[in-house]
């Protein structure tokens, strides 16, 4: 029996060896071919868990652009280091409000993952745009 690959996880694994403007050169060649490959690609090689990556500057780009009520909700469906992670970079004030979403009434998950694909797609703008870089290498320094 053959095992069934998926090609989209093949080809998001061998993006993330590229550096961004390998990939975005890459990324852009195959919208020319097949746009809607172009953005499966897109959204899988950027996954809420890699919010982990950004600084207190990018968090600050991101949230001129999202709702404080959509990210918080987007965080219920997280991972226990991506919130510590976002939520160590508020302010007192803004990080009891955010808290507050997160402890409210329950929602349905697909409330969550809804609000997560809006952040995402806003992420992925940001990206595109230079604004915001999520780079899981440590050791890049951003200036």
């Known amino acids: 029996m053959k ?8 080809a998001v694994e061998m ?8 990939q975005q050169r ?6 020319r071919q097949d746009p809607e490959m172009s953005i499966k690609l897109k959204q899988a090689l950027v996954t809420f868990d890699d919010l982990q990556y950004l600084t207190i500057a990018m968090m600050k780009t991101l949230l001129q652009e999202i709702s404080l009520d959509d990210l918080g909700l987007a965080l219920r469906g997280a991972s226990k280091e991506v919130g510590d992670h976002l939520l160590s970079m508020f302010s007192i004030n803004m990080k009891r409000d955010i808290e507050d979403i997160l402890k409210g009434r329950p929602r349905p998950l697909s409330d969550v993952m809804e609000a997560q694909k809006r952040i995402m797609e806003v992420v992925l703008k940001l990206v595109e745009r230079g604004e915001i870089v999520l ?4 050791s890049d320094k951003y200036v």
Do not use: F, M, R
């Open 15 to 22: 993006l993330q060896h590229l550096d961004l403007e390998a």
């Open 26 to 31: 890459l990324l852009a060649d195959i919208a």
């Open 135 to 138: 780079s899981k290498d440590k």
């Open 3 to 10: 095992k069934k690959i998926d090609g989209v996880k093949a």
